[in-house]
């Protein structure tokens, strides 16, 4: 694509030729001459580096004389959109395969692509459009919808329901049995899991990341969320709508987490929490159960406090070398007056 | 099963309709007439909310006219047992496969179901009722007892053994190689792993967790343990019987767990640390290297501190502002004191 | 080997029975009269336990007269080499097998094994001598270098290049997609991935452990590192040579560690935050995004301090008990002398 295609596409300004063409991409100090690059103001340095990048994506304000610009408002949405409209397809890395273990009674929407030794049970239906990886696993009568990707060696129990465009990284489990425990005299029994899981649309889950099925009724994540990799869900949790969590954060059970809100990496969530809607917990937080975090809130910590009070106490445990010098200093004025 | 039958069947007393018939569970908030459903005293409301549930099971003190209720010491366990028997049989999701591949010296009982695209290598035995979910792996001499169930893409290796009714979930590993490494004047060498994994009767290993076989002797998971999803055992922890370990917590090498321990999610120990009988650690709690927290002793922060001292420490930072504050005041007044 | 033959591998000094036929190991505690032991001071006890071990091998200091030792510089080192030469070859766990999928397209070097179940994608290269396991996965043009051995269940996308005698445990997977998200509205998308991942000679990932792809670049983990379990690298991280990751250690995109760093286990590391050469940092330390860790410090906490300021804070805050009983009492005092 031109750089006047890509201009046109992403709403932006040109500013140099409009006519070099952009064959890929890179990051803007290594970029060659064919490549679309881009760059937004940070944090130390706001000069444009030098580049040898045949266009560059940046911010309305930023001027760099002999380098062909788009400028735009938003640099690295406006980079993500032109990058999909690049390479518009990723290409696949697995392919229909013969070797798949398909049920006579699971339904495969049209377009619907199986790789190598993948398992498909009884009953279990697959939209159309998606692809399942290799050595991945769908139980039956699991319902996957349209335009999924499903990568090699993930899971998805019979008791899932997942909606479109949903996308499963490697060794991903939706549906696993929660971790109910019934202490009883002298051992555990378990506690019967009989729910299952449902999956809104768009919704990403980590390579290796864990979804448990409900007790009774659902674990629930909405549409438009994503979770990194090794996160953990526990039972019955019930996840709104464009939330994201970062890697290695778990849920235990009943957690409720309402839309928009963020979870930093190895965040810890106590059972049947509740986090508030575009609450941001900083990374490793830690939630106790039954808590409630409010909405549009910041947190870090544990246990998980306000961020400014969180940074409060952090403060005034470093002050505390000079108050002890403080405090010594009153007791020999003390110890002076007493002497008079 | 009807309100009588269940009342039976969990040594309850029956109050209400005893005939009427109960097809299916639900929480009580959503249960129909046709469904079980139980409630205990809570947090907020000690009031047994309204319901349309055909029965509920609740402690002998609930009283709630008009509804058929069960009375028992321990709901939550008495409605266990009443789902295990309305559900005896959980639906298995895989069955017997032609398409895995088992070695001609393994040693299958009888009633084995073994699922697509599963590996079960030379010399292993597996016991009597056990299945063997698709894509799972059992190494060469593994010996799996009677029983178990091997979720989807578990894994175990040859230097495992496991005793009854063990369930593995999706994606766990069992017997991967210790974190054993020599520091070799500019390099790491490995530390040869050579011991097992010795697993008890009863335990469960959840989703993507993993337990690394000993150096030389075996790491051991004792019978009742219950391990959630992403749970990490480094090599030769010894973990006692009816142990309970929270999703994500972690065991560096070495480390004793004794008897009915309870550690809360991502709690973190390391090597060699002990950890005595029916100790509780609170989510995320951190164990230094060789150290021991007490039998029956609950624990929490990073350092593990007995959580009264925990809770103490966090309440004096608390009050930091105020003792700030004072220090101001003193200092004032004895100011003016100086000045007389 | 005999005692003499094992002396001489090691470069030891032999006393006692030089002939003395060894054909296993275990600790030195447990050690029968044909298998060899190491012993080096501890904590607590420096006097070498009881033994029935045919030899020990011990520090250069150590005297334990009736007991056949080896002294050497480092025990545990010597050890390691003696396991690995009575060892030579830990038995593999698995074999060729006709029901792996490999394209046609492929290609293979001189005594490649593939287990079971394997699937490797079209133009992948996998060199001289290396191992791949049931179930694991090779996708299309990934790159695997000799000798190299991969475990059961574990991925290798095709953005993938690895150098030789790379290990990759049961589950682990390399490349898949990174966590980059771009805020439009209301709604996350996807920041195209599309770099890949290129680990070094000498690497071993654990079980269950994630390294992501590069958004553009490549995510770098360079010789010699050693990764545990269900350790998470985000997209973009460079990581140097012989770098030590203990379990469930997280990094954010656009980490770099730098060399010989050690990593305590559940450690997280904020985005493009940098850890200087032979940092070490203890167990669940937080380090914020974008802070820099100086080369060959020891830090602890989160936020990560430098280990001694850490304890400092620690020592203090346990203080505080004393410290407010201090202001009582200075408080009384001033009381005392406003009244006269």
Redesign the interface.
Known sequence: MTARQIADLVDGELIGSAGVDLVS???VR?ALPDQLSFWQRG?ANDQLPETRAGCVIVDERTQAPGITLILVH?P??AF??A??AI?PC??I???A?T?A?ISSSASLGPGVSV???A?I??GAAVGEGTLV???A?I??SAVVGNNCRL???S?V??NARLGDRV?L???A?IG??G?G????D???????Q?GGVRIGD?V?V???A?V?RGT??NTVVGS?S?L???V?I?HNCQIGS?V?M???V?L?GGVVVEDYAVLG??A?I?ERAQIGARAQLG??T?L?P?KRLDAGGSYW???ARPLREQL???A??????R??A??RR??A??GN??DH
Request: proline share 6%; hydrophobic share 35%.
């Open positions: 991409a890179a990051p290594k944090h938003d690295r949405r993500a959109k990058l999909r390479f990723e290409a890395e697995w392919s395969a070797s273990d790789g190598a030794h398992v049970g009884a990886g290799p050595n696993f139980g039956p990568h090699p060696g899971k129990y019979g996308v990284h490697a060794g489990v696993s049995q971790f425990l019934v202490f009883a002298d051992h555990y029994e378990l506690f019967p009989m768009d990403e980590g390579a290796n864990c448990d009774l009724g438009g994503k990194d990799n090794l953990h526990g464009h994201v970062a890697a290695q778990g235990s990496g190895q810890g106590g990374g490793q830690g106790l039954g910590g544990t246990p409060g106490r952090q005034r445990v470093g002050r505390l070398p108050i002890f403080e405090i009153l007791r004025r003390i007056l007493e």
